[in-house]
């Protein structure tokens, strides 16, 4: 049930991403144009190779396979195991198993992350080649031979912890045979220890005597006749030496499949790059193999093997060193004297998988737990680092070595931290490499690259290949399809020749505009970056306009010159000029020219635009009621519906009451009629027809069609006989105004008479000649009376 629930969550799951995938080109793959492009542009981006297809083919898978792509590309990572041998344990049949897979061949599509697993376990029984390198100067003397002593009880503890398969072997080294590092008098040459007065052999750079194998007798034997030797200067060829073991495999002796061991014993320092100038050297180490059998003591038949470009080449760098050894999977211990810890530390915190230790000088019990700690340590740790990682590949690897739940990414080759600690025997771990193609390099072709859990043989190597191309572009020759060969025809499109462009090749264009340039001839307004205005398609340059659109940039629209009926433009009488009908023929007129000349509407008889009963619309007569024909000069109805008429069938319906209405019978005048009562009339003035008492009917005589209808008003008007007060008032006011206006006249004349009068009677008193003589008939009338008892006021 369980089990039903997960699986069911995982087909949502899938089911979710399928609808995202569909959705929409979030990716944007729609904007490129070639396959190489499209594919190397997002990994969800897939392209349609498909001869027939239209619509756009780069895209999301799911998209080409909905618009009808028969033949989808889509790259995708792959990954095929070439050898993938189980993990095993060594024997002496076989070696072991420590890595699985061994090989296997990737091929990555740009940006498309691809996991592999691999798996780790320390095998029981792996080999171990472990090489001594070691100071034959005079003062090591005792140390030389304490490693003879002790080796087999070294050799005793390996094989009881890991294993039974162990070969040692050894060198040993002085230093540059040239001044200063040495006296270069014959006699010292011959012997460096006359001075201390003893023999010892003639200094060398380097010398192999013991190649690696099972045989201990034959090391301690040949350890114990190794003649000690000596230089003049402090300082050692340590590293000469060290460099010849790692790069002469083949006389060395290392084994393919082994864990390689290197010790370094020395109570000195040691020389490197640059010291060789000191005795003239000019030349650089070169890391290769310079070793030749050691003829001079007649030792060669024995497999002794000498340095012979001491003298030509510098000493090596740390770089060239620790590079030799990393490449050779060496692992490299330097047990060294107190004084030159720090020295040698500071050369093997360079050196991968490298140890400096104290040489003790008590006893060379020391030495052995030493060695052997090492190689213990060295067993329960791995780190997988790469070989020959190309700069395109972002190489991460997951592991869950240092605790079971907790998984540590490191990125490769820059994370050279240890990765495991504490592995024991037997113990498995995982490796999760994610390897992602970053960016396609120029050159295509394969890549051979490997993983090497560090300081051992074992790999895992991976051979890499990248689709960063379309096959299909590969095979490109010029077209016809693309425009008379103006482009190769690739992956079902056109690559234009410089100077072409468009789809098929179709547009040439001048030198320095680009596609953007010609596409801009399209837009009108540069705001809103409407191509033809959305109204057409942008062909080299030039709008191909939609039908019955127009204009550079489509910006005319013709469909108002179109009958929607007929589908004619112009009633195919004019031009269309953006919309517009314009010069329509033979005098016709109108927005789609479809009015006949209103010529047409004049009555050739009097001259008048349809007889003076109508209205000229679009070349045709519209007539007033009652009138008809092409130029409504006919009335057929005229007569019949004059205004007033039928006069005494409104009469007879007046007398006969209105149960005659219905009885044609009973007014015959009415017969043609139909009558119909209606309450008033509100539009047209109606006629009026005035009965014996003085009241009045209004009705209409009608012709609709060809019935004639009298419409009478249901209700009469009967006027009443005047009011006198109506007709005796204004007569009175009129009276009275008029006699207070002739009043007022009067007044005004005899006001203006009297001032005359008066004026010429003030003329005629200045102007009289009185004369002084009182006049006879004068009296008067004043008489005076003096009252006696009245004193005045004369007082
Ligand atoms: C990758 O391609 C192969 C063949 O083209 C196909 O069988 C496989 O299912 C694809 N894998 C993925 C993850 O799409
Ligand atoms: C080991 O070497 C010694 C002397 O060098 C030789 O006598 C002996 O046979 C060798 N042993 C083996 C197993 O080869
Ligand atoms: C060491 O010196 C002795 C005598 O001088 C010589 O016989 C022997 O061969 C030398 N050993 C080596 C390994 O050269
Ligand atoms: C790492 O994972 C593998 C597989 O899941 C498991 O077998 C192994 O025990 C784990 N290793 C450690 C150190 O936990
Ligand atoms: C490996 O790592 C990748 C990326 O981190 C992850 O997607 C994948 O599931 C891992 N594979 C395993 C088996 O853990
Ligand atoms: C390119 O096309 C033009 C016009 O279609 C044609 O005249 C010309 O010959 C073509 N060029 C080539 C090299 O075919
Ligand atoms: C459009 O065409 C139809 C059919 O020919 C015609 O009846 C109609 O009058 C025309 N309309 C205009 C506006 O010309
Ligand atoms: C007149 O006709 C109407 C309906 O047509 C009818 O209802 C009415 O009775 C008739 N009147 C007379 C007097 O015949
Ligand atoms: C007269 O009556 C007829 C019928 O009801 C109607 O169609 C017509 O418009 C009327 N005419 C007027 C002027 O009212």
Redesign the pocket.
């Known amino acids: 049930m369980i089990m039903d629930f997960k699986e069911l969550i995982v087909v949502l799951a899938t089911g979710l991403l399928c609808l995202a995938d569909a959705q929409s080109d979030e990716a944007g793959c729609n904007q490129n144009r070639y396959c190489n492009d499209c594919i190397n542009f997002h990994p969800d981006c897939a392209w349609c190779n498909d001869k027939e297809f239209t619509k756009a083919r780069c895209s999301v898978n799911r998209a080409l396979k909905d618009d009808g792509c028969r033949e989808i590309k889509k790259p995708n990572n792959t990954e095929l195991k070439t050898k993938s041998d189980d993990l095993k344990d060594g024997s002496f049949a076989h070696d072991p198993i420590q890595l699985t897979p061994q090989a296997l061949k990737l091929t990555l599509r740009k940006g498309k ?1 691809h ?1 592999l ?1 691999m798996t780790y376990r320390v095998a029981r029984n792996l080999p171990i080649d472990m090489y001594f390198v070691m100071d034959a100067s005079y003062t090591m003397a005792t140390k030389i031979s304490d490693v003879a002593d002790r080796i087999e009880d070294l050799i005793a503890g390996l094989r009881k912890s890991f294993t039974q398969n162990i070969e040692i072997g050894f060198g040993v080294f002085i230093d540059k045979p040239v001044q200063p590092f040495t006296i270069t008098t014959p006699r010292v040459l011959e012997n460096p220890c006359l001075i201390q007065n003893t023999y010892c052999e003639p200094t060398y750079g380097f010398i192999h005597r013991q190649r690696l194998n099972k045989n201990t007798t034959e090391f301690i034997d040949t350890i114990r006749s190794t003649n000690t030797s000596s230089n003049f200067d402090t300082m050692e060829g340590g590293l000469d030496a060290v460099m010849q073991a790692a790069v002469c495999p083949e006389i060395v002796g290392w084994r393919a499949k082994s864990r390689r061991v290197l010790v370094y014993i020395s109570d000195a320092g040691f020389h490197f790059a640059g010291d060789g100038k000191l005795g003239g050297i000019d030349l650089p180490n070169d890391a290769k193999c310079h070793m030749v059998p050691n003829v001079r003591t007649q030792r060669a038949i024995i497999g002794e093997y000498i340095y012979s470009h001491s003298k030509i080449l510098d000493y090596p760098s740390y770089g060239m060193l620790a590079k030799a050894l990393k490449d050779n999977n060496i692992n490299a211990f330097f047990l060294v004297d107190e004084a030159y810890v720090h020295l040698y530390q500071g050369l093997t915190s360079m050196i991968d998988q490298s140890k400096t230790m104290r040489m003790d000088t008590t006893g060379s019990q020391g030495v052995v737990q030493k060695i052997s700690d090492y190689y213990r340590e060295l067993s329960e740790k791995v780190k997988i680092t790469g070989v020959n990682l190309p700069p395109e590949l972002h190489i991460t690897v ?1 592991t869950n070595c240092s605790v079971s739940t907790i998984i540590n ?1 490191y990125r490769l080759p820059t994370d050279i931290k240890e990765m495991c600690t504490n592995l024991d025997v037997g113990k498995e771990v995982f490796f ?1 490499v ?1 390897v992602t193609l970053e960016e396609c390099p120029k050159e295509s072709g394969k890549r051979l690259l490997k993983l090497v859990p560090s300081g051992l043989q074992e790999h895992l190597e991976i051979e890499v290949d990248y689709s960063c191309d379309c096959e299909c572009e590969k095979s490109a020759e010029l077209d016809d399809r693309c425009s008379n060969k103006n482009g190769t025809y690739e992956c079902g499109v056109c690559r234009c020749k410089p100077g072409r462009y468009g789809e098929f090749c179709q547009c040439s264009r001048a030198e320095g505009d680009t596609e953007e340039v010609m596409e801009g001839k399209c837009i009108r307004d540069i705001r809103t970056k409407k191509i033809c205005e959305d109204l057409g398609t942008c062909e080299c340059g030039v709008c191909k306009c939609q039908p019955n659109y127009e204009g550079t940039y489509c910006e005319c629209n013709n469909n108002p010159c179109i009958n929607r009926t007929s589908g004619e433009k112009c009633s195919n009488r004019g031009t269309c000029v953006c919309g517009q009908c314009r010069d329509c023929k033979d005098d016709y007129y109108g927005k789609l020219c479809q009015c006949p000349p209103e010529q047409n509407c004049r009555n050739e008889e009097n001259g008048l635009m349809c007889s003076g009963h109508g209205k000229c619309e679009c070349g045709a007569c519209v007539c007033e009621r009652i009138y008809e024909g092409p130029t409504c000069s006919l009335c057929p109805k005229c007569d019949r519906c004059r205004k007033c008429g039928y006069r005494e069938c409104v009469e007879c319906l007046d007398q006969k009451g209105t149960s005659a209405l219905n009885s044609s019978t009973a007014c015959p005048v009415c017969q043609a009629l139909k009558i119909q009562k209606v309450d008033r009339f509100s539009d047209i003035e109606p006629c009026g027809y005035i009965d014996a008492e003085k009241c009045e009917t209004h009705y209409v005589v009608d012709c609709v069609n060809n019935d004639i209808y009298l419409n009478i008003t249901k209700g009469k008007i009967c006027s009443l006989p005047p009011d006198p007060l109506l007709i005796a008032l204004p007569l009175i006011g009129g009276i009275l105004g008029v006699g207070l206006l002739l009043l007022l006249i009067w007044k005004i004349l005899t006001f203006f008479y009297d001032r005359i009068e008066y004026a010429r009677l003030e003329h005629e008193i200045q102007n009289a000649k009185w004369s002084n003589t009182e006049n006879p008939i004068y009296l008067n009338p004043v008489t005076s009376n003096e009252n006696p008892s009245y004193r005045g006021n004369k007082n």
């Open positions: 992350a996991s697993m997951a990414t999760n994610t």
